[in-house]
């Protein structure tokens, strides 16, 4: 549309005649650009966030590498482009190709649980997938690690292949952990014992050895992780805890990786308990595939203590996140049962961290929540200690 042609129309200055022809100009394009991409099986949506993101050269970039799509377009995976690529007549030996079939491939493997795949399997799934020689694959693996798109770690004497941000994630935590367990709060709790024989005197309970041994640990280490089965007194030791840091005026924070789990430790507790998403201030930002959390290094969470409950379900990109809003001096205490629910995403953090052997862990072995005679409670540490459950007993909560 000719501006100069608008500008005779009443009211209609330059400015406005320019608008108008710019937004005719972007429609038509888009147009075009709607009919290419969906003669690929691209629906409207998505057509319309491939445009937004490269305008009037989309057709040009699909032509010239559509791989980038998988990078630079939210909602476009491999497959898809992939497919576009085979109408386009794409080499299916190209450097762009084999690149974005690795990145796929480990990125279904986080999708699984895993935050790293043995080079062998990669190569030997890229190969199957992608019908490329290995050879070919090798040299693109070796490519995308010295570009740093993916990181190759010697892990139990295999070579990992890490996407970017899983490992840096990885590391991260590992660092921080350690850095954090480096403060020992020893002097500040020298009466420790008398404490806990006053709580007990003041709650009309008695607690066992190991009980006590977990919150002198847990009450002196910058981290620590409390660990044990259902019925062993997590949820005891919990309140005591938060009691003992009361008593000095420090501030505790609860927090658990589900809205159950923290409605649950908030009710046996009595303290308000958050998800963690929650207390790290979580915004939704739709562009963004990542979850954004105001609460990081530069606006740390303010507290003398943070207590996170049934930690199994957390993964290592949300741990990460964490430990990122973890100021020094403040303690970590990590709460859960490692053969209970694992996370959903990547990672078996509360395991790795406790098989690490790098960090303060009590482990909690007894039952003591037997007043509900609850046969779930006692098969549940018989199964994990290899023996046989007690089945079809009358009366009970338990049967086969």
């Not at 032509?63 to 898809?80: A, I, M, Q, W």
């Not at 576009?84 to 450097?95: E, H, P, R, T």
């Not at 089965?229 to 009361?246: A, M, N, R, S």
């Amino acid at each position: 549309m000719n501006p100069d042609k608008l500008t005779e129309v009443e009211g209609i200055g330059p400015k406005k005649a320019e608008k108008i022809a710019e937004s005719f100009k972007e429609q038509r394009q888009l147009k075009e650009v709607m009919v290419f991409l969906q003669s690929y099986g691209i629906t409207a949506g998505l057509g319309i966030k491939i445009f937004k993101r490269y305008g009037d050269e989309t057709n040009a970039v699909l032509k010239s590498n559509p791989y980038r799509l998988c990078d630079e377009v939210s909602g476009v995976g491999f497959k898809t482009a992939d497919r576009i690529a085979v109408n386009l007549g794409y080499d299916m030996m190209s450097q762009e190709r084999v690149k974005a079939g690795i990145k796929y491939i480990l990125s279904q493997c986080i999708a699984n649980g895993h935050v790293y795949l043995p080079k062998e399997e990669l190569v030997k799934e890229c190969t199957k997938i992608l019908n490329v020689p290995e050879d070919i694959i090798n040299e693109q693996i070796v490519a995308l690690h010295l570009n740093k798109e993916i990181f190759i770690e010697n892990v139990d004497n295999d070579e990992a292949v890490y996407l970017k941000y899983y490992y840096l994630s990885e590391l991260y935590v590992a660092k921080k952990l350690i850095e954090l367990s480096l403060q020992s709060f020893n002097e500040d709790y020298k009466e420790i014992e008398e404490e806990i024989i006053e709580y007990e005197a003041e709650n009309g309970i008695e607690l066992a050895k190991e009980q006590k041994e977990a919150i002198e640990k847990a009450v002196k280490n910058g981290v620590c992780v409390i660990t044990g089965g259902p019925g062993t007194g997590k949820t005891t030791i919990i309140k005591c805890i938060i009691k003992l840091f009361e008593k000095r005026g420090l501030s505790v924070v609860l927090a658990a990786p589900t809205g159950r789990a923290a409605k649950r430790i908030t009710e046996t507790t009595g303290y308000e308990a958050k998800t963690i998403h929650r207390l790290l201030e979580m915004e939704y930002m739709p562009e963004n595939e990542m979850p954004i959390f105001t609460k990081d290094q530069d606006d740390p969470i303010e507290a003398h203590a943070i207590i996170i409950d049934e930690a199994s379900m957390i993964d290592i990109l949300l741990m990460n996140s964490l430990l990122k809003a973890v100021a020094q001096g403040t303690r970590l205490i990590i709460v859960g049962d490692v053969d209970q629910l694992p996370s959903v995403g990547a990672g078996n953090v509360l395991r790795d961290i406790i098989e690490s052997g790098s960090i303060c862990v009590a482990k909690l072995n007894k039952i003591f929540r037997q007043q509900d005679k609850s046969l779930i409670t006692v098969n549940a540490h018989k199964i994990n200690n290899g023996e046989m459950p007690i089945l079809n007993e009358k009366d009970k909560d338990f049967s086969l």
